[in-house]
C-alpha cells in the first residue's frame, strides 16, 4: 500500500492468511489425533487449526472421531 501524501510504501498489517485446504487439515489432524502434531505437520499454528474448524462448527474431537465430513 502506497502513502497517499509522500508515497512511502506502508505496511498493511496482519498476517496473510494460510489457506491450508479444509481436507488436509483435517486428514493430518485425523493422522496425529493431536492438535499441536498436526499443527507441527502443517506449519502452522494450533489457534490456526481451533479457527478454521470453528468457521465449520466443529471442534478438534469431531474431526479426530470422523464426525466430520470433507467440505
Given at each position: 500500500?502506497?502513502?497517499?501524501?509522500?508515497?512511502?510504501?506502508?505496511?498493511?498489517?496482519?498476517?496473510?492468511?494460510?489457506?491450508?485446504?479444509?481436507?488436509?487439515?483435517?486428514?493430518?489432524?485425523?493422522?496425529?489425533?493431536?492438535?499441536?502434531?498436526a499443527a507441527?505437520?502443517?506449519?502452522?499454528?494450533?489457534?490456526?487449526?481451533?479457527?478454521?474448524?470453528?468457521?465449520?462448527?466443529?471442534?478438534?474431537?469431531?474431526?479426530?472421531?470422523?464426525?466430520?465430513?470433507?467440505?
Amino acid at each position: 500500500m502506497k502513502c497517499p501524501n509522500c508515497g512511502a510504501i506502508l505496511n498493511t498489517g496482519g498476517r496473510k492468511k494460510l489457506n491450508i485446504p479444509f481436507k488436509l487439515l483435517s486428514e493430518t489432524l485425523r493422522s496425529y489425533r493431536s492438535t499441536e502434531e498436526a499443527a507441527k505437520e502443517l506449519g502452522c499454528s494450533v489457534g490456526y487449526i481451533y479457527q478454521e474448524l470453528k468457521e465449520k462448527g466443529l471442534k478438534p474431537q469431531d474431526v479426530i472421531k470422523g464426525k466430520a465430513h470433507h467440505n
